[in-house]
Structure formats: structure tokens, C-alpha cells
């Protein structure tokens, strides 16, 4: 009895289709043929886990175990923050090290936004003069950028509205993510007695080049340590010159930072633009 030939095809591409089947199936029901996927999957999870837990763990050193440890072992450090008379006292008794130990309540009153830099930068104008004092805050200032920024980009958005509070935060990372943003931090940390640690924190959760942002904090923070340091130098000389020079070095700054504020804003523009490409 003769077979048709598209039968015979028929049945051959059937009993394939069957085998193809019961292969898969066994390979799903024997662990050793489990895709290469889902191992791989599972350590993304694991790792994913082990990076959420430690980025939890600094949260709380940073938020609980920090300020526990000196309010419970170091309680006088306080006392040190009280005043210009006690930071420059400090100084005095601690010579050796008084760099370093400047340079570290620089970056700590940056770090931790509650600490006014003005007293320590005062200090630093009386006991290590104007020149060497600027230096000194300028470098502290720049470890203590660094350390926010990345430091908020290593915990990450949530982390950050934890501890400063979202409404508030989100508004900074907004104005930080426009293309103002370039013009609005210079404007900030030019401007003396504005709270503008947070920004460091807001600026390493958006999507601002941190490169420009040290960039242009850095600078704008200038001028107002300038004055810190030039009135702490003062008050060892007993004279006013130096406060007067650098009030007018200012002066002249901002005058012409206003006429020429349509061109800041363009050259701000261009350097945000050559930032992004």
C-alpha cells in the first residue's frame, strides 16, 4: 500500500515536535540542565541585598552612631563649636596638628550642614593668617564636597529623603536637574549666610556634572570665606585694612557680576552645555 509523500513529511515533522518537547521538559525538571539565567538572576538578587543592607548600615553609623559615639566619648567637642574664643583655643593647644585638624572641621561642617563655617573659618584668619587660612579652607571644602556628593550618590535618593526630608529635597534636586542649575549654584555659595551644605547632598542624587558643580561651589564660595578670613586677621592686628580690601575686592565683584549678568548667564549657559557633551 503506497504512502502518500506529504503524510510521510507529516508524521517525520510530528514525532520531531514531540522529541524537541520531551527534551525541554526534561531539561526543566533535571536541575543540572536549568538555564545559565537563573543562577545569575539569583546572585543579582543576593548582591542587590547585600548592597541594600550596607548602604542601611552607613545610614544609621552616619545618622545614629556618629553623634551616639561623641555625645557619649567626646562630649566636649561640643564646647569647641561654641565659639571663635574656643575654636581658636582649641588651635592653640593642639599646634602640631592644627592643619589637620582645621582641615577636618572643614570638611565636617560641610558634611554635617548644621555646622557654621564662618566661626571656623574666622579662627583660621586670626591663628594661621589670610593667605595660608584661604588655602586651607578651600582644599577642606573641596574633601567635604566630595565626601557629600558621592556619598549621597552611594545611598541614593531614598537615603536622602529619609534624613532631610523629601518635599524639601525633591525642590533642590528639581532646580539642580534644569538648565539653570549652572547659574543657581554659583548664586548660592556666593552669597553669604545661605544654608547650602544640602545642595551637596541634592546635587549627588540629580543629574548634575559633578565636575562643574565643585567647579563652580568651590568659586562661589570663595568671596565669603575671604571675608571670614580677612576679619579674623583683623581682630589679632587690631586694623581694618584687610577687611576694608577685601570688602572692596567684593564689592567690585558683585557690581560686576550685575552689569555683566547677561553674559555671565550665556558664558554659564555654554560651560553647562560643553559639561553635557
Do not use: C
Request: no cysteine; hydrophobic share 50%.
Amino acid at each position: 500500500m503506497d504512502i502518500d509523500n506529504k503524510d510521510l513529511e507529516k508524521s517525520i515533522e510530528e514525532a520531531d515536535n514531540a522529541s524537541s518537547s520531551d527534551t525541554e521538559k526534561a531539561s526543566a525538571s533535571d536541575p543540572k540542565n536549568a538555564p545559565a539565567e537563573s543562577s545569575e538572576n539569583l546572585s543579582a538578587v543576593r548582591t542587590k541585598k547585600i548592597y541594600t543592607i550596607a548602604k542601611f548600615a552607613v545610614l544609621l553609623i552616619l545618622v545614629i552612631g556618629i553623634p551616639l559615639y561623641i555625645f557619649l566619648f567626646h562630649r566636649d567637642v561640643f564646647t569647641v563649636f561654641k565659639s571663635v574664643d574656643t575654636i581658636q583655643a582649641f588651635f592653640e593647644a593642639h599646634k602640631s596638628a592644627s592643619v589637620f585638624i582645621y582641615l577636618g572641621g572643614q570638611i565636617l561642617q560641610v558634611v554635617i550642614a548644621a555646622i557654621p563655617g564662618q566661626a571656623f573659618q574666622l579662627a583660621a584668619g586670626y591663628f594661621f593668617g589670610f593667605l595660608p587660612g584661604l588655602l586651607w579652607s578651600i582644599i577642606g571644602v573641596i574633601l567635604g564636597t566630595v565626601i557629600t556628593f558621592y556619598l549621597a550618590r552611594l545611598l541614593g535618593r531614598d537615603a536622602m529623603y529619609l534624613i532631610f526630608g523629601e518635599k524639601k529635597l525633591q525642590s533642590f534636586i528639581d532646580k539642580l536637574n534644569s538648565k539653570r542649575a549652572y547659574l543657581l549654584v554659583f548664586i548660592i555659595y556666593l552669597i553669604p549666610g545661605i544654608p547650602k551644605d544640602l545642595f551637596n547632598y541634592a546635587a549627588g542624587v540629580s543629574e548634575i556634572n559633578f565636575k562643574a558643580f565643585l567647579i563652580l561651589s568651590t568659586i562661589g564660595r570663595i568671596p565669603g570665606m575671604m571675608g571670614s578670613l580677612a576679619i579674623g586677621l583683623m581682630v589679632k592686628n587690631g586694623s581694618y585694612t584687610a577687611l576694608i580690601i577685601i570688602g572692596v575686592i567684593v564689592a567690585v565683584i558683585l557690581v560686576l557680576a550685575f552689569i555683566f549678568r547677561h553674559r555671565l548667564k550665556d558664558l554659564l549657559d555654554m560651560f553647562y552645555e560643553k559639561m553635557r557633551n
